[in-house]
């Protein structure tokens, strides 16, 4: 399915890259696709029973309850007739990838014993964007099990300056009979 919802996504971002309509499209993306994720109405959407019409009319109102732009519709139109609704959440996936790339940007998820300051957060972000040079997204989560200290995923890597990783490594250390 990636690798169908990766063409969905290039060709949704292409035509609303001519449109510049790229950041609108993620919005209105999101917004359905997190719908989708509602297992309610995952099978409602993908019932074997709905007719094509059916299908069609879910999607008219699905379009007019949301708002959603005339690009927008059409592409849902078009998933429904091709019962494709449940590659939203990957379309939308590799749709922000594509968003993320034009926009020299990349998404960090920030992990912390204890809630960051804005300061403290501000620090990571501008030391990831030195990093990366690129503008950095950046969400946050606490896991009080890394003691201190925080781990960063970005870009695929992951950086673990935790104090539960260097406890980890400390042991490891010991257990191998060296020390530094």
Known sequence: MSAVARRYAKA??????ERKQEEAI??????????VRNPEIAVAWNNP?????ER???TMVLRQQLNLSELF??????LAEHKRLEALPSIRDHYERLLDEVANRTR?????????TEAELEQIV??????TGKTVLATTAEDPSLVGGFVVEVEGKVFDASVAN????????LGAGTSH
């Open 108 to 116: 960090a998820r920030i992990v912390t014993a204890l809630p960051l």
């Open 126 to 131: 501008q030391l990831l964007r030195q990093r």
């Open 166 to 173: 260097e406890l980890n490594l400390l042991a490891t250390r």
């Open 26 to 35: 993620a919005a209105e993306l999101n917004q359905v696709a997190e719908l």
């Open 12 to 17: 949704l971002f292409a035509l609303a890259r």
């Open 49 to 53: 029973l709905l007719t094509a019409a």
């Open 56 to 58: 069609r009319q879910l």
């Open 73 to 78: 519709g059409q592409f849902l139109e078009y």
